[in-house]
């Protein structure tokens, strides 16, 4: 009898082939997305500077130039559409991030419990005297389940404590953006009146 069934490795093969074949399938998924989003920003940028260079060139005296400057975009406004750029970015590698890791979480828990089927076929077909090695080896392998269990439990963890302090700094980085947007429109609303 042998302790191992070459179907059992054979469909175990085939699934880490599916499994790598998904992940890479999600990251090209991912870059073809990024590239999406690069590119409309990139037109949505040249689009607003061909915008004002046309404006500049229609100018024939000094007034229409103080007009053309409170009309052109702001620092704060382009400052917000980066800010939502890269949120949008960050939102696209979590969630790329995310996908990969329940694949790879899923493949580990088909490894792990195909590796504790074949330490019940080995200490089932064991030699007399065998079963303290036995033992040592199920003791083994279940640290390092344990010990990967608690990786993944801090990794997650981490994972949720940079998201929430990357939230917290756009949120903050937005504040900051919409006060030094009405301070400056404050003095331009004054200078009117």
Request: negative net charge; hydrophobic residues 40%.
């Amino acid at each position: 009898m042998s302790l191992f069934n070459s179907e059992k490795i054979q469909n175990a093969q085939k699934a880490q082939l599916e499994m790598l074949q998904q992940i890479s399938s999600r990251v090209f998924e991912s870059v073809e997305q990024l590239t999406q989003l690069q590119l409309k920003s990139l037109r949505a940028a040249s689009g607003e500077q061909f915008e004002s260079l046309q404006s500049m060139l229609t100018i024939t005296d000094p007034k229409d130039l103080a007009s053309l400057q409170t009309a052109l975009p702001q620092p704060a406004a382009q400052a917000e559409r980066l800010m939502e750029f890269n949120r949008e970015v960050y939102e696209l590698i979590s969630k790329t991030q995310a996908d990969i890791a329940k694949l790879a979480e899923s493949q580990v828990d088909a490894t792990s419990q195909q590796t504790q089927e074949l330490i019940e076929t080995l200490s089932k077909n064991a030699p007399a005297g065998a079963e303290p090695a036995v033992a040592m080896f199920k003791t083994a392998l279940e640290t390092v389940g344990s010990t990967y269990d608690s990786v993944q439990k801090a990794a997650k963890q981490a994972s949720e404590m940079a998201e929430e302090g990357i939230a917290a700094a756009a949120s903050a980085a937005g504040k900051a953006t919409a006060t030094a947007t009405a301070a400056t429109e404050s003095p331009k609303a004054a200078a009117k009146k």
